[in-house]
């Protein structure tokens, strides 16, 4: 599994390797430069061509990004490229590694200060190379250095317009928070690139918030720095919180859930694959449960049950066939129904309506105890687990009901460790405003309070998993365990906005529940395979679509 660093995070793993004498900062700093010159080639085989002119634009910052620009320049220059470099800054105050790097350059080539700069500068320039700032990025980028790359963008769509590139982060874009640091809203902050060279390891910032946009794509250069060692982790001297997962499609991760999910394929009883119970709404309202349901059912719950008011009965009796149905007239006859032991997974939400009735109802559901409750297949590992609380069913607790519980603090205050809410942003604001207060606060300051630490606060506070959904959708639990699933870059699916999206996410999760998976790891697994099979079905999709997708996605995972 890809783990994605923060800023004080990729400063203390380089540290503790130089320390170890391992590594110079000025080795870091020419792999770095290295990565960089054969991620472009890489990319634009082409501009390696030999007996062409090719003309190169180095913008370079004041810190060690700049430093890494000067290694570049120098690449290039050696590479046969005509190149210019401006510098932002005063070269007697650079880092001293930077510093090396730019008397280094001096040898061959002159710096240019960047208040010299024009649009000419671009035209016949195959390249420009932005190398302000990166992870050192505290206080909003200055306009001096966002005009030059606005411009070299702009310039972008002449014939032969310059490629940009950019060194660890687009300047600007806060690595921690993937928010645009910025101090007023004229515009300027709206740059990019065309490729992003990372160093070691990506950066939270790339995969949140702005990041997702302004990156374009993402190439991590190896400079042979270690992997995150854990021991760090525990205390010796790593920077809390711990990494941030990425939920990717790397072949480990594959390899790992293809495993879990097709764990419980040799037990032959349905009820051995658990049991879902999903609350629908009144006479009209039943779609959103009912995609649920279908999602739930397909991800491989053994059995699931719809739930609905009487009057609605007919109505999903029409449209359900696999799916259970039963009557819920009120709150004391889910309790009834949840006297069945078999019944180890819950989801209230989505469709459900926000009358007394339904409030009824998730008291209920949240307030019910069965001490000989089923705990699903992995049941050894469910007892381990942080949201292992004996008696209590797992829960999705989605839509409707995030209203409710943002209405009622008593009912916020009987959240366990095995809900799992799933607010999009809109929810989570109600549910959370004083979060999200903070992360809708301009950012001026880096590093910036991110989605990742707003989701990690929520969850603290909940005392169970939360899923803040976006195409950046972030996952934590109370203990600070978090991930990303994002759909960007190749795993970019922007038709996954599509109405009843989300239903069907709250389906899945609450499947795999019921097939025993902890409240965690099944809303990572929820959310990445709802990316995976959007991918698999392409442009045109809606919601009825999602689960349909999922035995190739299954297929695919070896399942
Ligand atoms: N870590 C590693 O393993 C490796 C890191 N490497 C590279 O180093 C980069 C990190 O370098 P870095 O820490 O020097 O930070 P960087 O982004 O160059 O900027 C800091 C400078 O900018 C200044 N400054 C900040 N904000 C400002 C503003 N708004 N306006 C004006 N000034 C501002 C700030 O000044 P200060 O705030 O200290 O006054 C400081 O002078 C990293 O992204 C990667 O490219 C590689 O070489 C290989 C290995
Ligand atoms: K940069």
């Not at 008397?103 to 195959?126: D, K, M």
């Not at 009965?313 to 004391?332: C, G, H, P, R, S």
């Not at 069965?370 to 797992?394: E, W």
């Not at 099944?522 to 099979?533: F, I, M, S, V």
Request: glycine share 12%; proline share 7%; hydrophobic share 40%.
């Amino acid at each position: 599994m890809t783990e994605l660093l923060t800023a004080a995070q990729m400063r203390a793993i380089e540290k503790a390797a130089i320390d170890a004498g391992e590594v110079t900062g000025l080795e870091l700093m020419e792999r770095a430069g290295q990565g960089v010159v054969d991620a472009i080639f890489e990319e634009w085989p082409a501009l390696r061509r030999v007996g062409e002119t090719h003309r190169a634009v180095v913008l370079c910052g004041p810190g060690n990004n700049g430093g890494d620009g000067f290694v570049v320049a120098r690449l290039l220059k050696e590479a046969g490229w005509e190149v210019e470099v401006f510098l932002y800054g005063d070269p007697k105050k650079l880092p001293p590694d930077a510093k090396v790097n730019y008397e280094r350059w001096g040898q061959t080539g002159v710096t240019i200060p960047l208040s010299e700069i024009r649009r000419s500068y671009y035209q016949g320039a195959g390249l420009v190379i932005d190398a302000f700032f990166g992870t050192g990025l505290a206080r909003p980028l200055p306009l001096e250095c966002s005009i030059p790359i606005r411009d070299a963008y702009i310039n972008q769509d002449q014939p032969n317009g310059p490629r940009i590139v950019a060194l660890d982060v687009p300047s600007g874009l806060c690595a921690d928070s993937g928010f645009f640091l910025h101090d007023d809203d004229d515009g300027r902050n709206w740059i990019g690139c065309h490729l992003t060279v990372t160093f070691h390891q990506a950066k939270l910032g790339h995969y949140l918030e702005r990041g997702l946009t302004l990156c374009a794509r993402i190439i991590k250069a190896d400079i042979g720095l270690p992997p995150i060692d854990r021991r760090w982790v525990r205390g010796k001297g790593f920077v809390p919180p711990l990494p941030v997962a990425l939920l990717s499609s790397d072949e480990k991760q594959l390899a790992g859930l293809g495993n879990r999910l097709g764990k419980a394929k040799h037990k032959h009883h349905k009820y051995s694959h658990g049991h879902a119970l999903i609350l629908s709404g009144g006479v009209g309202k039943g779609g959103a449960a009912r995609l649920a349901a279908r999602g739930a059912l397909r991800i491989g719950a053994g059995a699931v049950t719809l739930g609905a008011p009487p009057a609605a009965l007919i109505e999903n009796a029409a449209q359900l066939n696999a799916i259970m149905l039963t009557a819920f007239k009120d709150a004391d006859s889910l309790t009834e129904t949840l006297q069945d032991k078999r019944i180890n997974a819950l989801c209230l939400g989505p469709g459900l309506g926000l009358g007394a009735r339904e409030k009824e109802l998730i008291v209920a559901a949240l307030d019910q105890r069965s001490p000989g409750l089923d705990p699903g297949p992995q049941t050894q590992a469910a007892r381990r687990g942080p949201g292992s609380s004996p008696g209590l069913r797992p829960i999705v607790l989605d839509a409707d009901v995030l209203t409710h519980l943002a209405q009622d603090d008593t009912l916020f205050g009987k959240l366990h460790a095995k809900c799992i809410l799933t607010p999009h942003a809109g929810e989570f604001a109600r549910l959370f405003p004083d979060f999200a207060e903070k992360l809708n606060a301009p950012a001026t300051k880096g590093p910036a309070y991110s989605k990742v630490d707003a989701t990690r606060d929520a969850a603290k506070r909940a005392g169970c998993v939360v899923l803040f959904k976006g195409p950046d959708t972030v996952i934590a639990d109370p203990s600070g365990r978090c991930s990303i699933n994002a759909s960007v870059y190749e795993r970019s699916a922007p038709w996954l906005a599509t109405a009843g999206s989300g239903d069907v996410l709250a389906g899945f999760i609450t499947g795999l529940l019921a097939r025993g998976f902890q409240p965690m790891q099944a809303a990572e697994t929820g959310a990445w395979l709802h990316t995976e099979c959007a991918l698999g079905f392409g442009p045109g999709l809606i919601a009825e679509d999602i689960p349909e997708e999922l035995p190739k996605v299954f297929q695919k995972l070896g399942v």
